[in-house]
Nanobody, 123 residues
């Protein structure tokens, strides 16, 4: 069974920074991973993703220049560094994974999901 464990998140003032981490464990050797977020009353939206070997990454236009996705040490880990945070970044952030090698940006393409971690940015 695949498990995704997230850490990080919390409350920060606008302009501040936070770092999220996610580790995947289970029977597969490699996972491509991504971050999605969902604000109250809104659909889940793509934030960032990396390919299984972390050679390819992608960011949503709304976070480019502010967020950075990277492998966080071991192969099946991922971090999301969030700088210059804005109140509109407030949401529950979800780590997700799939078994294809490429970057994917649609929630339906992801097979495995973490429980989510709250990020709140105050103005």
């Amino acid at each position: 069974q695949v498990q995704l464990v997230e850490s990080g998140g919390g409350l920060v003032q606008a302009g501040g920074s936070l770092r999220l981490s996610c580790t995947a464990s289970g029977p597969f050797s490699s996972y491509a991973m991504g971050w999605f977020r969902q604000a109250p009353g809104k659909e889940r939206e793509f934030v960032a993703a990396r390919s299984w070997n972390a050679d390819d990454t992608r960011l949503a236009d709304s976070v480019k220049g502010r967020f950075t996705i990277a492998r966080d040490g071991a192969r099946n880990t991922m971090s999301l560094r969030m700088d210059s945070l804005k109140p509109e970044d407030t949401a529950v952030y979800f780590c997700a994974a799939h078994l294809r090698a490429i970057v994917l940006t649609t929630p339906d393409d992801y097979r495995f999901w973490g429980q989510g971690t709250q990020v709140t940015v105050s103005s």
